[in-house]
């Protein structure tokens, strides 16, 4: 390129226009138009972003979703200028919008091919996959009045991110609240904050989870994305969780403390490349539950956060992981309850006890914390209640008096045990997220 007459740029950029389809395609050719956006209009409903690849597409036109199958009208369409600009007809090249009347957020997909329902297209376009979530994380409003916000917010999110899914679920400690899946770690925080800053919404999540498979005794297979859904252990024959492979990129000083990090979370050796002077990539072949639960910001402080971290999903294998239940006072809490791998259960259980026994604040009643695994208590603690000395105004007298207030305090107590109801604040649920932490620093 000449950067003093710029001919060079000339040819460039005469070679790239002359790649583009022309407008105006043959009007007889089946539709195939890409949806690549929409967005949501409290008067038109949904809006859907799309590019003609073949066809016409012109107001009144029957269309069809080739995914779905799902029949619409087209009441308006037009062109971006860069408003949107209504228009008679988009054809092969050009780049608009289209609404239909369409309300539900599935009927318009990222990635979808619309093309004329009386003379639909053969195939749809290439590339179009659905997207599948391998991360699975609790949503829940601090204020339950906020249920129906919270879900008119996470539809319209919906509607330009198709990889987002979510489902009502209840829980006892938490009340009502979204299961939802995500693409990976740094897609669920992007989703949590814009619920945040642009909806208003106080949140509580839940630790992140992902999909098993698992096999029971009777040859059903079950996707099982939340610990409460695990059957029995005596149901299950085998359970298989997703591996993958992991790229990090470091700086040669860090290789050994990356290497052992990988290994204390299951991670396999795959091989090690030199892409410059002073920076290593190593490969390894990871479980995927080992790497949303705190891996980055553990990797970033062994590296001092030189580190950078890409994952692939890979296959699923055989793994040996059990559910673990905490209970409190006796109850079981499932939003507290994770999968984890059996190696590990036990030390993963006293850790998570001891952070709870520090973030759960204490009450006029003994709070008794547990972690189950199986059928066994592997781990346990208690958070001691509040006392009043009820006896400090006995200066003397006879002892069956003292002793009567006191037991009069101890059935109080045992009341007050039975019908009140333990706080569990965020730092509870943020604690699952820092185990492997905790584990290390010990």
């Given at each position: 390129v ?14 790239l ?9 043959d ?18 409903g ?51 919008y ?14 979808d ?12 376009l ?14 829940y ?15 319209k ?28 770690l740094?897609?669920?925080?992007i ?16 630790a ?28 299950i ?33 795959d091989?090690m ?23 980055f ?12 971290l890409?994952y ?14 905490i ?29 709870l ?24 603690s ?24 006191l037991?009069?305090?101890k059935?109080?107590?045992k ?12 730092d ?15």
């Amino acid at each position: 390129v000449s950067a003093r007459t710029g001919q060079g740029v000339k040819d460039v950029l005469e070679a790239l226009v002359s790649r583009i389809p022309a407008p105006g395609g043959d009007a007889d050719a089946p539709l195939k138009a890409l949806i690549f956006d929409s967005h949501f209009d409290q008067y038109l409903g949904i809006v859907a972003y799309i590019r003609v690849m073949d066809g016409v597409l012109q107001s009144g036109d029957r269309i069809k979703m080739m995914s779905s199958g799902k029949e619409f009208e087209v009441s308006s369409l037009g062109i971006f200028t860069p408003r949107m600009t209504p228009a008679e007809s988009l054809s092969a090249g050009e780049v608009g919008y289209f609404t239909a009347s369409m309300k539900n957020v599935g009927d318009t997909r990222v990635g979808d091919t619309v093309t004329n329902a009386d003379r639909p297209a053969k195939t749809p376009l290439k590339g179009y996959k659905e997207a599948r979530p391998m991360v699975f994380s609790g949503l829940y409003p601090i204020d339950t009045r906020d249920f129906n916000n919270m879900r008119e917010a996470l539809s319209k999110l919906q509607l330009n991110d198709a990889s987002l899914t979510f489902e009502p679920e209840s829980s006892a400690a938490l009340g009502t609240g979204f299961r939802c899946g995500f693409l990976g770690l740094l897609h669920m925080d992007i989703i949590q904050e814009r619920l945040e800053r642009e909806f208003g919404l106080d949140l509580i999540a839940t630790a992140p989870s992902v999909i098993y498979k698992v096999v029971t005794t009777k040859d059903e297979t079950l996707w099982v994305e939340n610990p409460s859904d695990l059957p029995e252990p005596e149901k299950i024959r085998y359970i298989e969780e997703p591996f993958v492979d992991a790229s990090i990129m470091v700086p040669g000083a860090n290789i050994g403390a990356v290497i052992d990090l990988c290994q204390e979370r299951r991670g396999i050796y795959d091989k090690m490349e030199y892409p410059a002077k002073d920076s290593v990539i190593i490969k390894f072949e990871m479980p995927l539950a080992e790497i949303v639960m705190d891996f980055f910001d553990t990797l970033k402080s062994v590296t001092h956060g030189y580190a950078t971290l890409d994952y692939e999903f890979k296959e699923y294998r055989k793994s040996s992981v059990e559910k673990l239940v905490i209970l409190l006072n006796y109850e079981p809490v499932d939003a507290l309850s994770f999968i984890t791998h059996r190696e590990r259960a036990a030390s993963r259980a006293r850790v998570l006890v001891d952070r709870l026994k520090e973030v759960i604040p204490r009450q006029q009643f003994e709070i008794r914390i547990q972690a189950q695994a199986g059928n066994n208590i592997i781990a346990a603690s208690t958070v001691k209640p509040f006392r009043k000395n009820v006896t400090a105004k006995c200066y003397g007298g006879d002892i069956t008096r003292k002793r009567k207030l006191l037991e009069k305090q101890k059935e109080g107590k045992k009341r007050m045990k039975t019908i009140c109801r333990v706080d569990v604040p965020q730092d509870a649920f943020m604690s699952v997220l820092r185990i492997g932490n905790d584990q290390r620093n010990k």
